[in-house]
């Protein structure tokens, strides 16, 4: 696989940095201290909502490997995996402003559409 650093913005990976320290942070708090995380999340009385193997399991695992592949593609400061990346952040940060649209929970949901926006722009300007 051929290296294609030089075709990755800094802005990009400065951003993709920032993201994934707080991808990362939100997945461990989840993990660890879940209702300090999500205390305000109408479904948090609900049996099993703070469960591992519900709802917030599958939050922490989704975070933690965002974190974790973000991590891996910086490192190897390759364009093409940094573009994957970006198109799973697309998907991932789309998904979660029409969830937290339909949940009426407008503040996640402008962050990540503003995610959403700003990742879209990035992956444009990757030429691998």
Do not use: H, Q
């Not at 109408?42 to 922490?60: D, K, R, T």
């Not at 989704?62 to 891996?72: G, H, K, Q």
């Not at 995996?81 to 998907?91: E, G």
């Not at 969830?99 to 722009?121: D, Q, R, S, T």
């Amino acid at each position: 696989m051929v290296n294609n650093s030089t075709t990755v913005p800094k802005w990009i990976t400065i951003y993709l940095w920032i993201t994934a320290f707080i991808t990362l942070g939100a997945s461990l708090a989840g993990y660890f201290k879940p209702d300090a995380l999500l205390g305000t999340w109408e479904a948090i009385s609900a049996a099993g909502a703070l469960s591992l193997a519900g709802p917030l399991g599958l939050f922490v695992s989704r975070n933690f490997a965002t974190a974790v592949v973000t991590i891996f593609a910086l490192v190897k400061n390759n364009a093409a995996m940094i573009k994957l990346v970006l198109l799973l952040r697309i998907v991932s940060d789309g998904l979660d402003l029409v969830n937290n649209l339909m949940a009426g929970n407008m503040p996640v949901a402008i962050m990540g559409g503003v995610m959403c926006l700003i990742e879209i722009f990035a992956f444009t300007k990757i030429k691998a």
